[in-house]
């Protein structure tokens, strides 16, 4: 068992981005991807635990709610999160802490991925590419700081009852956007989006993707498509992509990273 663990949800790759830079600080991490059903639940063993992950139309991302209430951690141990969103924080931090006590919490605000919505250019406040990347590792450098000394948050994460509501909303919602994926000429099937996708919703028939109901709106498959192929309507073609570029998509389909 490593010493310490951190369970992490990232769509186009910011969130692990930054969960390898904590663990790298740390040392002797394991980074539990949560995109899935998480390999590893058991961290009675572990002296820290935490959680990284984006927030997703106000809240938690997917099934990650569900998740974290499996994952079993001893009494005593450190736990922290870190939320990366774009406009606002949302209610995601408010829902772990409710089912796994933090002793820290941090927010980060990143560039959106979520390009279907928001124009990914939106940030708080607003930065580029490069100066929200900067922002970004500085913030994980702080954090490794702050859980090596066992800082602990003076307040519990905000409610935001407004954003519960709204992720409720728009989180039925991706079922019914999945009608409008469509992969343009310039697809060339390679399977990568089928490989990708978290909840096998995507199958390569024809050379061509096809897309089933059960999307959680991750993204991946638009954010790292190799040659942009894949839209949902027409407002995303207007957009450019940005998975990050210091994770590639065989670490996204990682079950578990480990890092000394």
């Not at 990232?10 to 040392?27: E, N, Q, R, V």
């Not at 409610?159 to 409008?180: D, I, N, Y």
């Not at 024809?206 to 897309?211: E, S, Y």
């Not at 089933?212 to 991946?220: A, E, I, K, T, V």
Request: proline fraction near 5%; charge should be positive; glycine fraction near 10%.
């Amino acid at each position: 068992m490593s010493e310490n663990i951190i369970y992490c949800y990232s769509g186009a790759g910011h969130c692990l981005d930054m969960a390898k830079t904590i663990a790298k600080g740390l040392g002797d991490t394991d980074i539990v991807m949560m995109r899935s059903f998480p390999a590893k639940t058991d961290a009675t063993e572990a002296k820290r635990v935490g959680f990284i992950f984006s927030c997703m139309a106000g809240g938690l991302p997917g099934d990650v709610e569900s998740y974290v209430k499996a994952i079993q951690i001893a009494p005593g141990t450190y736990t922290f999160a870190v939320e990366q969103y774009a406009g606002y924080l949302g209610c995601g931090l408010r829902k772990i802490d409710e089912i796994v006590p933090l002793n820290y919490w941090a927010g980060v605000s990143n560039h959106s991925t979520a390009i279907w919505l928001m124009p990914h250019t939106l940030t708080l406040a607003p930065k580029s590419l490069d100066k929200a990347q900067q922002r970004v590792d500085k913030k994980a450098a702080k954090l490794v700081t702050d859980v090596l000394a066992g800082k602990r948050s003076e307040r519990r994460p905000s409610k935001a009852k407004p954003f519960e509501l709204m992720s409720k909303g728009l989180g039925q919602s991706h079922a019914r956007r999945v009608g409008k994926f469509a992969a343009d000429d310039t697809c060339n099937g390679c399977g990568l989006c089928a490989s990708l996708c978290p909840r096998g919703n995507i199958r390569i028939e024809g050379g061509k993707p096809v897309f089933g109901s059960n999307c959680m709106g991750c993204l991946s498959c638009v954010q790292l498509c190799p040659e942009a192929a894949l839209n949902i309507g027409n407002i995303t073609k207007k957009r450019a992509r940005i998975p990050d570029k210091n994770v590639s998509a065989a670490e996204l389909m990682e079950k578990i990273i480990h890092i000394e």
